[in-house]
């Protein structure tokens, strides 16, 4: 079956940087764009970056651009997301997921399969 195990989040004060990683198997990974979302608490899950199956084209949301890089290593079916300048407002469980959409698509709903969550927490 498909599974998504993320890794890499943690505790830093804001200024600060982590780098979160997601492994997929059980999917044809490099058939796939995915997608990196966050949820805090008493909020929606919402988009923060996405990767066509090519890593030829990105898209982020406006509250990360500039600041978060998505990548891809298809031979090793991971996906990252690098986090500069990282803000108290960042705070969030961080999933990855595979995006079922022909394009890089921001709604959840496009999406399929969703790794734990891996929580990052900045401080002020």
């Known amino acids: 079956q498909v599974q998504l195990v993320e890794s890499g989040g943690g505790l830093v004060q804001a200024g600060g940087s982590l780098r979160l990683s997601c492994a997929a198997s059980g999917v044809i990974f490099r058939w796939y764009s995915m997608g990196w979302f966050r949820q805090a608490p008493g909020k929606e899950r919402e988009f923060v970056a996405g990767?066509?199956?090519?890593?030829?084209?990105?898209r982020y949301s406006d509250s990360v651009k500039g600041r978060f890089t998505i990548s891809r290593d298809n031979a090793k079916n991971t996906v990252d997301l690098q986090m500069n300048d990282l803000k108290p407002e960042d705070t969030a469980v961080y999933y990855c997921a595979v995006d079922n959409s022909l394009r890089i698509s921001d709604s959840a709903n496009n999406y399929d399969y969703w790794g734990q969550g891996t929580q990052v927490t900045v401080s002020s």
């Open positions: 990767i066509q199956w090519n890593g030829g084209n990105t």
